[in-house]
């Protein structure tokens, strides 16, 4: 509705636990920004289609678009950096994207510079944050982002995902053993890949329930029902 109405803030921050997918959505934001086809341009969500500049931001090597983590950048002088590239256009995509990934490990001079430009940043300029611990991000910056919470994706939603990788690799799963890994991701399509891959790799054959409860050292859910029925 945002894009439908012309109302794109200037900067936004990405939330939720690892493996919910900040870093991708920014990287679709990022599309949107700049989406270009067959001489239409403009901030637009429909895209069909891979644009002009698609496959380069799909790709993480677009001019335009930035991406920096925060992590191995914490200091005052990698931000001057982008305050002093913010003035200068894009090169070729209509607008300038800096995605800043774990922002929370951002030293506090660092939060400090880049105030002034995310309160009043040029009209060719975005700026989107990702972070897994938002309550370590100051208020002063959190004001003046428009925040956007992730929640953790549905084990039946990772069931499909994982049970669609199984198949491209050839590799034979049962559901029971699906549902056992979708759980234990706890959400994160990372984490739940992860697994997944363990399993692949532990795995003679098919990948059973069996195998995959003696992997992750879980306890066998009949055995469970049996001693709650003996305590009662």
């Given at each position: 509705?945002?894009?439908?109405?012309?109302?794109?803030?200037?900067?936004?921050?990405?939330?939720?636990?690892?493996?919910?997918?900040?870093?991708?959505?920014?990287?679709?934001l990022a599309r949107a920004f700049?989406?270009?086809?067959?001489?239409?341009?403009?901030?637009?969500?429909?895209?069909?289609?891979?644009?002009?500049?698609?496959?380069?931001?799909?790709?993480?090597?677009?001019?335009?678009?930035?991406?920096?983590?925060?992590?191995?950048?914490?200091?005052?002088?990698?931000?001057?950096?982008?305050?002093?590239?913010?003035?200068?256009?894009?090169?070729?995509?209509p607008t300038k994207v800096f995605?800043?990934?774990?922002?929370?490990?951002?030293?506090?001079?660092?939060?400090?510079?880049?105030?002034?430009?995310?309160?009043?940043?040029?009209?060719?300029?975005?700026?989107?944050?990702?972070?897994?611990?938002?309550?370590?991000?100051?208020?002063?910056?959190?004001?003046?982002?428009?925040?956007?919470?992730?929640?953790?994706?549905?084990?039946?939603?990772?069931?499909?995902?994982?049970?669609?990788?199984?198949?491209?690799?050839?590799?034979?799963?049962?559901?029971?053993?699906?549902?056992?890994?979708?759980?234990?991701?706890?959400?994160?399509?990372?984490?739940?890949?992860?697994?997944?891959?363990?399993?692949?790799?532990?795995?003679?054959?098919?990948?059973?329930?069996?195998?995959?409860?003696?992997?992750?050292?879980?306890?066998?859910?009949?055995?469970?029902?049996?001693?709650?029925?003996?305590?009662?």
């Amino acid at each position: 509705n945002a894009f439908a109405t012309g109302r794109i803030a200037q900067a936004y921050m990405l939330t939720g636990v690892r493996g919910v997918g900040k870093t991708t959505t920014a990287r679709i934001l990022a599309r949107a920004f700049n989406y270009q086809r067959d001489g239409a341009a403009g901030p637009r969500i429909d895209m069909p289609e891979l644009g002009d500049h698609c496959q380069a931001i799909m790709e993480s090597r677009h001019p335009d678009v930035i991406e920096m983590d925060a992590a191995s950048n914490t200091g005052v002088d990698n931000i001057r950096e982008i305050v002093e590239s913010v003035r200068y256009h894009p090169v070729s995509a209509p607008t300038k994207v800096f995605i800043v990934d774990e922002v929370h490990m951002l030293s506090k001079g660092a939060f400090n510079a880049l105030l002034k430009t995310l309160e009043e940043p040029p009209p060719h300029v975005r700026f989107i944050f990702a972070t897994t611990e938002i309550r370590k991000v100051p208020l002063t910056v959190l004001s003046r982002c428009q925040r956007f919470d992730l929640r953790r994706v549905p084990t039946d939603r990772l069931m499909t995902h994982f049970k669609a990788i199984a198949e491209k690799e050839s590799v034979e799963i049962a559901d029971d053993a699906l549902r056992l890994i979708a759980r234990a991701g706890g959400g994160s399509v990372r984490d739940g890949l992860s697994i997944l891959d363990q399993a692949f790799a532990t795995a003679t054959g098919p990948v059973e329930a069996a195998l995959v409860r003696d992997m992750l050292g879980l306890a066998d859910g009949g055995r469970v029902l049996e001693l709650l029925q003996a305590a009662l």
